[in-house]
Nanobody, 127 residues
Framework: QEPLVESGGGSVQHGESLTLSCAAS????????MGWFRQTPGEGREGVAQ???????TITESVQGRFTISRDNANNTLYLQMNSLKPEDTAMYYC?????????????????????WGQGTLVSVSS
């Protein structure tokens, strides 16, 4: 069983909303900083949002006010609520977990800090 499985991607119109989910298993989800990243062809993985075990979040500037990250520790699930979607939000979205011992996320929202990755879910936004 994969440790992280994303779902909820799809094709939407400009201005619509989607909620991504990430089901975690095989590790203590409630003790890990978790994050969402996205990637387009030919580009590196961009940090979108992260949340620590205390619920403190970091949201990248380009999606602030539109995206919300949350977690349900009882059900080992991470969410990304995406509102007012734009064509430039089109990407593969990945869920990720930091390594054991990292319940706090730190200030940097970088892919190199995360060690466990899901397979991704595709979000496509048309104008």
């Amino acid at each position: 069983q994969e440790p992280l499985v994303e779902s909820g991607g799809g094709s939407v119109q400009h201005g619509e909303s989607l909620t991504l989910s990430c089901a975690a298993s095989g590790f203590p989800f409630n003790l890990r900083c978790m994050g969402w990243f996205r990637q387009t062809p030919g580009e590196g993985r961009e940090g979108v949002a992260q949340i620590d075990i205390g619920g403190v979040t970091t949201i990248t500037e380009s999606v602030q006010g539109r995206f919300t990250i949350s977690r349900d520790n009882a059900n080992n699930t991470l969410y990304l609520q995406m509102n007012s979607l734009k064509p430039e939000d089109t990407a593969m979205y990945y869920c990720a977990a930091r390594a054991s011992g990292y319940g706090r996320c730190g200030e940097q929202l970088g892919a190199t800090y995360f060690t466990v990755w899901g397979q991704g879910t595709l979000v496509s936004v048309s104008s």
